[in-house]
């Protein structure tokens, strides 16, 4: 049993206490034992994520596909049309700042660090099988890369973006990872320890998720201004360029999605195109136009094979290959997927499934294709005509290899400027969803759409800065990134529920639509109150007088209703709404007409299956253009007797109906719920 819409509104956010407590002592643990004994744990690690990549490479490879073909087929299916949010809502955010939003949260400063590196590598390195620069490995560099970069990773943040936002803003729950395992494991665990488990786990993964991409982006930082105006790499300098981006990424934490981490994620994307744009035109333009077409060309031709290719038969070579880096990133984006999918959920409230599975799968695959495509192939070209020393600088220092290939660029200073500057804003606005996404994660009572207050904010920015200044100073990023890919392991088991349960509420979603189609019969009162209506529906009334239509008609229709159910054994509640008082049972003894009334809820039981709803809520509306009267007094606004069910608003107004109607509209939506819980059994 879900809560209402207007249940929310009495809702009082609490720090979470034991999730709050149990992540930040693991975490301190974890890092205190990486630190104090950095070769045993690094070695323990190591060995741990050798045994996940060689054990588990095949399930890895299987589960990651079915990830995306079940995202996939959600978007093509017929439920492809339900929002993520009641029925009447609309998206949160415009269209391309919540593309620019996807675009930062879900890839940030690895684009920089990976961006000529990788494609380089599998050029240099390939996969057992393929010599070395060859022509071969040339042409299948940049479609390797896209694999590891292209729909599989984006399936992943697709199915649990959408299992978090469909249970929190569709069933009105809460944005948590506990919440879309509800269906399967039922309220009482979910609410209890295996919920505050789950939680705890994906606080302890994004803290490690986070303070690895922090470290990755220190060094980029790091080995750019080293690059541009000589600043040696120093652990002085890292700490300073982790301070500063921990306290920018607060105050941008602060302000909240709707501002600081908006306007960053939008101001990245506009400069890493230009960007984009720029090595384009500077570059080989007709040759890289040419080797982007080939590569997606490539990457769509072997994705099938790609996806299950395992190198069984390819002996150690190709089980090492394997391990180091397909394996690798599917662990890696697993690991992430706690701290994006909360934050792509965040974003994503009031878009269809449909909108939200394309959006979040192919608006950053177009750019991640041109990205590596344009980088990718222009390293290759330099390489293959004789640039050995670009090659070599990619493959034993990753960080420095988009600032070495810009050396053969003209004003090859401006663009590793340029490159910097991108770089520390992904850096911050990874930082700065990060604290969001924790703090949120560690309360409780969170109304969806609100975030958590702003000290909690402040609290896991400040904590994330000090791991990674821990940790930067211990030499222990390898270790932790060793932890996230270990930890990817149990939460892709995690993922594979929430398809599960995706998928038996999808289906209780149907049931309900096609329960919807059942006939119903309007009563006009045999002819004498349609002009009542009809005068209703031109007219626009003000609240005392929706409030009396609720109080005379809605009311004792509810009543009888009720009184009715309730001699016949059911479990029934007549709850009224007034400003004084939110869920205050009506006293059947009282004068009706004495009570303040802002809506009315009847609810009624049916054992471990859904509850029926019948709500009729005092509704503020703007007035429309068209009216009868044209008089200049008509107030801006107007009130309505809007009817809520369980899944939210309907989006009919009852104002106009008599007593009859009214009882009419509730028995012929009861039929409905009724006829849903037969296709349920």
Not at 231 to 253: D, F, R
Request: with cysteine.
């Amino acid at each position: 049993m879900y809560s209402s819409p207007s249940e929310d509104t009495t809702q009082t956010m609490s720090l979470n206490k034991t999730v709050f407590i149990g992540s930040a002592v693991i975490s301190i643990l974890l890092i205190i034992w990486t630190i104090v004994f950095p070769t045993y744990s690094g070695a323990l690690l190591g060995a741990g994520m050798a045994w996940v990549s060689e054990s588990f490479g095949w399930y890895y490879m299987l589960v990651v596909a079915a990830y995306s073909i079940f995202a996939l087929f959600v978007g093509f299916s017929k439920y492809g049309d339900i929002k993520l949010g009641q029925d009447h809502e609309k998206a949160q955010f415009p269209f391309l700042a919540w593309a620019a939003m996807l675009f930062s949260a879900g890839i940030g400063i690895d684009l920089l660090f990976f961006g000529a590196s990788e494609p380089l590598m599998h050029y240099l390195t390939p996969h057992a099988g393929l010599a070395p620069a060859s022509e071969e490995a040339m042409r299948q560099a940049v479609a390797q890369t896209f694999l590891h970069w292209g729909l599989h990773g984006w399936g992943i943040y697709a199915l649990i973006g959408m299992a978090l936002a469909y249970f929190a803003y569709r069933k009105n729950m809460p944005l948590a990872l506990r919440s879309p395992l509800t269906p399967i494991f039922g309220e009482r665990l979910i609410k209890g320890w295996l919920g505050d488990g789950i939680d705890t786990f994906g606080v302890v993964c994004t803290l490690m998720g986070i303070a690895t991409s922090l470290g990755i982006g220190v060094l980029q930082a790091n080995a750019g201004l080293t690059h541009v105006f000589g600043i040696e790499s120093s652990k002085m300098v890292q700490t300073i360029i982790i301070v500063c981006v921990v306290v920018a990424a607060a105050i941008s934490a602060m302000t909240g999605v709707e501002r600081g981490v908006r306007r960053l994620s939008e101001f990245n994307m506009l400069a890493a195109i230009l960007f984009l744009v720029a090595i384009l035109v500077m570059g080989n333009t007709v040759y890289l136009l040419n080797t982007f077409t080939q590569s997606v060309g490539q990457y769509f031709q072997t994705i099938v094979a790609k996806t299950f290719d395992v190198y069984a038969y390819d002996g150690a070579a190709g089980a090492e290959w394997k391990s180091g880096w397909t394996v690798f990133f599917w662990a890696w984006w697993v690991a992430w997927a706690p701290f994006v999918g909360l934050f792509i959920a965040r974003i994503s409230r009031g878009r269809t499934l449909r909108e939200f599975v394309f959006g979040v799968m192919f608006i950053p695959l177009g750019f991640i294709f041109a990205w590596f495509s344009i980088f990718g192939n222009s390293a290759i070209e330099l390489v293959a005509n004789g640039a050995t020393e670009l090659g070599e600088v990619a493959v034993n220092d990753a960080a420095m290899g988009l600032f070495a290939l810009f050396e053969y660029y003209p004003y090859s200073d401006v663009l590793s400027l340029v490159g910097v500057i991108i770089g520390l804003v992904f850096f911050i606005t990874s930082a700065d969803s990060g604290a969001l996404v924790l703090a949120n994660l560690s309360s409780r009572g969170l109304i969806n759409g609100v975030d958590a207050p702003v000290w909690l904010r402040l609290f896991w920015a400040a904590a994330t800065g000090l791991i990674t200044l821990g940790l930067l100073f211990a030499g222990g990023f390898s270790s932790l990134q060793s932890v996230s890919v270990i930890a990817g392991l149990p939460f892709s088991v995690i993922l594979v529920l929430y398809m599960i349960a995706m998928w038996k509420s999808l289906k209780e979603e149907g049931n309900k639509r096609k329960a919807s189609t059942i006939g119903t019969a309007n009563v006009l009162d045999n002819g004498k109150s349609w002009k009542a209506r009809l005068q209703r529906i031109v007219s626009f009334p003000k609240h005392a007088q929706v409030e009396h239509f609720l109080q005379t008609i809605v009311l004792p229709a509810m009543t009888d209703v009720e009184s009715e159910l309730r001699a016949g054994g059911l479990k029934t509640a007549l709850v009224v709404r007034n400003p004084e008082h939110i869920g205050q049972d009506i006293d059947q003894g009282k004068d009706q007409e004495s009570v303040q009334i802002e809506g009315l809820k009847l609810q009624v039981g049916h054992g471990d299956q859904d509850d029926f709803i019948y709500e009729v809520n005092l509704v503020k509306a703007e007035r429309p253009n068209f009216t009868l009267n044209t008089s200049s007094k008509l107030a801006e606004y107007y009130y309505r007797a809007e009817v809520f069910l369980s899944d939210g608003s309907q989006e009919y107004d009852l104002v106009g109906y008599s007593k009859e109607q009214v009882l009419v509209d509730i028995l012929n939506q009861y039929e409905r719920h009724m006829q849903y819980l037969h296709l349920e059994r």
